[in-house]
């Protein structure tokens, strides 16, 4: 069965994707809401909270997994492809061919996948903005859409560019709200292709959700940003609370 890993509610984005191509398809989703959101975190620190999680899907049944996390994907991907069993999947290099035919691009995303340099070493020149947006992840957590913040957080995006990629799973749960405030600029959101490449892995079976902390915050969150766009989010998320590295 196909696993789905993020920090927290940002692998939605993909998930709620998956199940508009294949509704009955089904996902072992597991989200490490007791520490998101891990875009302030050290390098070491993710790779060691992104193995324990990667184990707990594996434990659940996962046969594969897919990282929908920027922050995973850009600072330890490789790293974790190499140092685990089953094939891994990350949404960044799969973003890179998406965005190699653009000139001027835009990029925000958590301090930890700007800093990581990842997107800049990969694209170089064609990166003309690179924009750090902390702020964002734990509104998105929190269920809410502060567009006075996501303006605050977006201050420096150059007009000119020739697109905007979102590179943090949770920014496409926002993004009607990023294309008020910049009505002119095509917004990226990577997760749409990279829901169709995992199609062939997602099972005939009900999803699965798992969280690390407060099951009934997530879900709330969760269907705030999924039914909303008419993808229905289940009931069911069990609550993983062991155990967890400080």
């Known amino acids: ?36 959101p891990y875009g302030n975190l050290t390098r070491d620190k993710i790779f060691i909270y992104s193995k324990e999680s990667i184990s707990h899907l594996i434990d659940l049944g996962a046969t594969s997994i897919a990282i929908a996390c920027h922050t995973i994907s ?79 957080s977006l201050e420096g995006i150059d007009p000119t560019i020739e697109a905007l990629f979102l590179a943090c799973t949770h920014f496409p749960l926002i993004k009607e709200a990023i294309q008020i405030l910049f009505p002119h600029i095509p917004l990226i959101d990577p997760a749409i292709s990279f829901a169709k490449s995992l199609l062939p892995l997602a099972s ?17 969150s969760a269907t705030i940003f999924c039914e909303e766009k008419k993808v ?5 998320i069990k609550s993983l609370y062991s155990p967890l590295i400080s």
């Open 1 to 36: 069965m196909l696993g789905i890993l993020d920090s927290g509610v940002g692998g939605l984005s993909v998930w709620k994707e998956l199940k508009k191509l294949s509704p009955n398809s089904g996902v072992l989703y597991f989200a490490d809401n007791a520490r998101v």
């Open 74 to 152: 850009t600072t330890t991907g490789p790293l974790l492809k190499h140092s685990t069993q089953i094939p891994i999947l990350d949404i960044a290099s799969h973003s890179i061919p998406l965005l190699t035919p653009l000139n001027r691009i835009g990029i925000i995303g958590t301090k930890a996948t700007i800093s990581s340099g990842y997107y800049q070493r990969a694209l170089g020149e064609k990166i003309i903005n690179a924009i750090a947006c902390p702020h964002l992840v734990p509104m998105i957590e929190n269920g809410e859409v502060d567009m006075a913040l996501i303006k605050a």
């Open 204 to 220: 005939a079976a009900p999803d699965e959700f798992y969280v690390t902390k407060d099951a009934s915050h997530f879900y709330k």
């Open 232 to 236: 229905a989010f289940p009931f069911l």
